[in-house]
């Protein structure tokens, strides 16, 4: 069984509330179903990308494309190995395991880290609509 989230529902997406929690919310359906049913055989499997190139990427994939964008063919293979495999993450991104890693090690570290890359973007769009 597929569930399609984001690297947003491990992490969060600076910028929009609604993508944030409605991916949070995505991965934890995953979650629960797993548990729930995998002991009756239910494999599920959840695709975690960042940037994919689909028509809500076609304007740019903004703090998301920060390490590539990738086909929905390549984020498709990832999430194939893991069904293949019995991997619940699928990570077309490898740099989302050492995301989640450090925030794991010290939330609070990576709040103050996503709290700069938020002012990061802020000032970008101020300076691009001045």
């Not at 690297?7 to 409605?22: C, E, N």
Request: hydrophobic share 45%; with cysteine.
């Amino acid at each position: 069984f597929a569930v399609t989230s984001s690297a947003a529902g491990l992490m969060m997406q600076v910028g929009s509330i609604a993508y944030t929690t409605t991916k949070h919310a995505s991965r934890a359906l995953a979650e629960w179903l797993s548990v729930t049913y995998g002991d009756m055989g239910l494999h599920v499997a959840c695709l975690c990308p960042q940037a994919v190139a689909t028509k809500m990427t076609a304007g740019g994939a903004g703090v998301a494309g920060l390490d590539g964008m990738l086909s929905a063919d390549e984020a498709s293979e990832s999430l194939l190995r893991a069904l293949e495999t019995g991997t619940f993450l699928a990570l077309p991104h490898a740099e989302v395991a050492t995301y989640m890693k450090r925030k794991a090690e010290n939330v609070d570290r990576w709040l103050r880290g996503m709290r700069r890359s938020q002012e990061k973007m802020i000032g970008l769009a101020l300076r691009s609509n001045l």
